[in-house]
């Protein structure tokens, strides 16, 4: 049975970054930059002013200085260059005018009609913000790997771009196996559950970047088995639930198998979603989650999510563990690692910030328990071994999205 890690590293092994293209700015968010792009121009475009004011000639101050212009944001002054004792009105973003080496913002000068008297030493390049000073050209605006976010659309839309190069987004099937599975909306029959892992996936894969398509719930038979399959393999990623423990019913692994699926792991070292699978058929990634929802959510986490991103060329995809310290001892399983459902305290709230993390066990940590899950905040991380955990030990946690 392998470790998390080595799962991990094996589904890392097998992901490629998809192909590269063009995303209009306006839904580049959350994307992330496929290679280095340079702007159309540097930042600034032009020597400007930082303050409002006047833009002098240093070497007149102090001194009174005669007006003889204005230069405004987005209507620079065009008069001739700055003599000896002379100024011109500026405004913040104003173009520094030429014969000009300083800014004087106006809260430190008296004005007298077209003159104005400035009482101080001025150094030079005082308040003026140099063309390229935030980036020159030929310089990398924004790096490849970067994730889109508000600040990089900013960069972007600075340096006068309408589209970045971003990975694909990947295209995701989702199939739940299980005849006891109904829609929601339905009436349930003896011995029926909603379907909850459909929604579930569909809901996670669109926070890790994923275009869902939900094939819905295969039954427990080999045609219809096959038949939800054979379309979901058409897409990047393949995720099913239920069906790929050693049960009479459970067919994933037989129909993938049967379906060129070339298996890769089964069976990880974790609690819950132990009986996991994972494979590929061509380039497209097979990820077998148990049915168990609380396994599913768990796996997706550790597994799927970071196949996701490595897939949308984030250099950082592995799951985000922080450190936290148990609230209350936990008991340890002898084999595996234990993934269990935390809500988070914080030790302390000063000043604006927040303390450090306090893992609370819920109660109720079976893999069924779905609507406990749903209150909990973190995932955490119980190494196996014997004997318990106590209160107060330093364990890594994933918090949940
Ligand atoms: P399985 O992995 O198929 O043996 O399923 C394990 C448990 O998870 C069983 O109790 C199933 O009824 C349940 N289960 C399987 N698939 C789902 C699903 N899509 N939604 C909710 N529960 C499920
Ligand atoms: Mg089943």
Not at 82 to 101: F, H, K, M, Q
Not at 205 to 212: D, E, K, Q, S, Y
Not at 350 to 370: C, D, E, N, W
Request: aromatic fraction near 4%; hydrophobic fraction near 40%.
């Amino acid at each position: 049975m392998l470790s998390i890690e080595e799962a991990l590293e094996t589904v890392a092994d097998n992901v490629s970054p998809l192909e590269t293209e063009s995303v209009r700015l306006q839904h580049a968010h959350g994307r992330f930059l496929a290679e280095d792009v340079e702007g159309r121009v540097e930042l600034p475009p032009f020597d400007g002013s930082a303050m409002d004011g006047y833009a002098i000639r240093s070497a007149d101050a102090p001194g009174p200085l005669n007006i003889i212009g204005e230069s405004a944001a987005g209507f620079p002054y065009n008069g001739p260059a700055l003599s000896a004792r002379t100024a011109v009105t500026i405004s913040t973003g104003g173009v520094i005018p030429e014969g000009a080496d300083a800014v004087v913002p106006v809260e430190d000068t008296t004005v007298d009609g077209d003159r104005v008297w400035v009482p101080n030493v001025v150094e030079r390049d005082a308040h003026i913000r140099p063309a390229g000073s935030d980036i020159e050209l030929g310089e990398p605006l924004l790096l490849a790997g970067a994730r889109i976010g508000p600040a990089q659309i900013g960069a972007a839309a600075a340096g006068g771009l309408r589209e970045l190069p971003c990975r694909r987004l990947p295209r995701v099937a989702v199939l739940t196996t299980g005849t006891e599975l109904r829609p929601i909306g339905e009436p349930l029959g003896p011995g029926q559950i909603y379907d909850s892992n459909g929604p579930m996936l569909d809901a996670a894969l669109r926070t890790a970047g994923g275009i869902v398509e939900l094939i819905g719930a295969a039954a427990d038979t080999p045609d219809a088995h096959r038949e939800a399959f054979e379309r979901a393999l058409q897409h990047d990623v393949v995720i099913s639930s239920g069906g790929v423990s050693v049960g009479e019913h459970d067919l994933v692994r037989d129909i993938g198998r049967e379906l060129g699926v070339r298996e890769l792991f089964w069976r990880v070292a974790l609690r819950p979603g132990k009986p996991i699978s994972f494979g590929m058929r061509d380039r497209t990634l097979v990820f077998g989650l148990p049915g168990n929802p609380v396994s599913t959510l768990v796996c997706f986490e550790l597994f799927v999510r970071p196949a996701l991103l490595s897939m949308q060329g984030a250099p950082e995809f592995r799951p985000a563990f922080g450190a936290g310290v148990l609230g209350s001892s936990v008991r340890r399983n002898p084999q595996r690692d234990d993934l269990i459902r935390v809500q988070v305290a914080w030790t302390s709230l000063k000043a604006g910030r927040r303390g450090s993390p306090v893992l609370l066990p819920l109660v109720g940590q079976q893999s069924h328990q779905i609507a406990i899950t749903a209150r909990a905040e973190g995932l955490a991380r119980i190494p196996a071994g014997t004997g318990e955990l106590a209160a107060g030990t330093e364990v890594s946690y994933l918090p949940l999205q």
